[in-house]
């Protein structure tokens, strides 16, 4: 792809020429909610759950959003066509706007700005599904609504950063004991009974589209769910481990904090739950 294209507030302009006010309150107060959506064979992927969360996420600080969901699809469609992507995802930001003087307390009937933007990469090619991914574990710093997909996402780059210094790939978060999510992700274990485990929903954790996907498949197919939380040492002692996410679908954890889960390969659940996800997607 050599050249990307961006939607911004109604125009579709080359991605190096889309520009924001210095003053929007995104920039200056992180006043804002965002999307990504993964695109496979050219198609958008679990695309109403996205746009629902969006819709959800915006109102709950009271957003307005410029363009209705129907809308939002054809625009993310638009942007796949003109910047050729068959692998990748869609980014979007939603922001309260505004270009008067920085103030905590926005204005009234500030426009919102809405920008769009593709992002190619080959997710299926990730060597992570083989190899497995390392993890470490990680103070919960952020605030209480992880539910709401805010851009104030200061508290996962430090959790990042601190994994990436530590030669893993993700960082699983933990407050009183348990752990909340991954730093970009959703964390999931296999108990020793093989049950798939994963923390339920509430304000703790973002509601995350593809755990919701993985869930439904894991019953279709006769994997039995439980959602609890669940600590660090009962993930190191789980027969499997994963995360799940838009940008990366379903991968295997086969280490926390160094230590090794189980014999140290994917397992055939994770394996299987990736398949069915990706079928899914495809069909």
């Not at 410029?66 to 692998?87: K, Q, Y």
């Not at 008067?100 to 990730?126: E, H, S, V």
Request: aromatic share 6%.
């Amino acid at each position: 792809m050599t050249q990307r294209t961006a939607w911004l507030n109604g125009e579709y302009l080359p991605l190096a020429e889309a520009k924001v006010p210095v003053l929007d309150r995104g920039f200056l107060f992180a006043d804002g909610v965002y999307e990504v959506t993964a695109v496979l064979d050219g198609r958008l992927v679990d695309s109403a759950a996205h746009l629902a969360r969006l819709e959800r996420s915006a109102g709950a600080i009271g957003i307005p959003l410029p363009v209705d969901a129907a809308g939002i699809a054809a625009v993310e469609r638009e942007l796949i066509a003109r910047d050729s992507i068959t692998r990748g995802l869609i980014y979007l930001q939603l922001t309260r706007g505004g270009t008067d003087d920085r103030d905590f307390l926005p204005r009234a009937g500030m426009r919102p700005t809405l920008l769009m933007f593709t992002q190619a990469r080959d997710f299926l090619a990730n060597p992570a599904v083989e190899a497995g991914m390392s993890v470490i574990s990680w103070p919960e710093l952020r605030w209480t609504r992880r539910d709401i997909k805010s851009v104030a996402l200061l508290g996962q780059v430090m959790a990042k950063q601190a994994a990436a210094a530590a030669g893993a790939q993700e960082a699983w978060l933990v407050e009183d004991g348990f752990v909340t999510e991954g730093a970009s992700s959703n964390a999931m274990i296999v108990d020793e009974a093989g049950t798939l485990v994963t923390r339920s929903l509430s304000n703790a954790l973002l509601h995350g589209c593809t755990r919701a996907a993985v869930l439904a498949l894991a019953a279709q197919y006769g994997v039995p769910v439980a959602e609890r939380a669940f600590t660090i040492a009962e993930a190191l002692a789980a027969r499997e481990a994963m995360i799940t996410s838009a940008s990366s679908f379903v991968l295997p954890v086969t280490r926390i904090d160094g230590q090794v889960i189980a014999d140290g390969r994917p397992g055939p659940i994770t394996r299987r739950l990736r398949e069915l996800y990706i079928a899914a997607a495809r069909a």
